[in-house]
């Protein structure tokens, strides 16, 4: 929780959380969170753990919207999901904050020197989530599987500050998240492969270009 409680006494975290009367879950793998969420306005944080939010169109496809990890924030005004069009699936046991997304706008609250602290951290959070948003644009609109799969990359590469990069997907996940056939892809990475554009070892990727 440091980057929404950056600057925010241990003691004052808490009393933040009371305030919004925010509720704890530990959730076992493999739980679509959604079957515990009661409010359509809210934010989730990961204390611990790690989920995916995967939409489901009507021919049963699925495409993973996020992955998310510990300190990742999410929810219906962030993400702009709901328990109609997508699930949230912890693929390991996971700790979750839950608060009601409208408690938080609650300007009686705001005269406290550190709720208006967590509004700040709060707001850039939702600004880095923006940025995310806009380079998993720039990676759907290209218009082959090898482009999509190199812009990934160079993402990946850029955020890391590495050209050695571990996938957080299985290739079948990679595939969903990327929008593309699992089989397709595959055939792209092989190809890569072999113009010696990357280097592959399981969920590793070498750039070599």
């Known amino acids: 929780m440091d980057q929404l409680f950056a600057n925010i006494k241990p003691s004052n975290q808490g009393k933040i959380l009371k305030l919004l009367e925010a509720n704890r879950l530990t959730l076992p793998k493999n739980v679509n969170l959604f079957t515990?969420?009661?409010?359509?306005?809210?934010?989730?944080?990961?204390?611990?753990?790690?989920?995916?939010?995967?939409?489901?169109?009507?021919?049963?496809?699925?495409?993973i919207i996020e992955d998310l990890y510990d300190e990742n924030i999410f929810g219906s005004m962030i993400t702009g999901i709901s328990n109609k069009e997508h699930e949230i699936i912890t693929k390991e046991e996971t700790t979750i904050i839950l608060i009601d997304y409208d408690r938080i706008l609650d300007l009686e609250y705001q005269k406290y020197e550190?709720?208006?602290?967590?509004?700040?951290?709060?707001?850039?959070?939702?600004?880095?989530?923006?940025?995310?948003k806009n380079e998993r644009i720039e990676i759907l609109t290209k218009k082959t599987i090898r482009n999509k799969l190199l812009e990934y990359f160079e993402?990946?590469?850029?955020?890391?500050?590495?050209?050695?990069?571990?996938?957080?997907?299985?290739?079948?996940?990679?595939?969903?998240?990327?929008?593309?056939?699992?089989?397709?892809?595959?055939?792209?990475?092989?190809?890569?492969?072999?113009?010696?554009?990357?280097?592959?070892?399981?969920?590793?990727?070498?750039?070599?270009?």
Do not use: H, W
């Open 36 to 63: 515990f969420i009661l409010n359509e306005n809210f934010i989730g944080l990961i204390e611990k753990g790690n989920i995916q939010i995967i939409k489901n169109d009507y021919n049963g496809n699925k495409t």
């Open 114 to 132: 550190y709720y208006n602290q967590f509004l700040k951290n709060l707001l850039k959070i939702i600004t880095d989530k923006i940025q995310d």
């Open 155 to 209: 993402i990946l590469a850029k955020k890391r500050g590495t050209r050695i990069l571990y996938l957080p997907f299985s290739l079948t996940e990679l595939a969903d998240y990327l929008a593309v056939d699992r089989c397709a892809m595959s055939r792209e990475l092989k190809y890569l492969k072999e113009e010696g554009f990357i280097k592959v070892s399981t969920r590793r990727i070498t750039l070599l270009y």
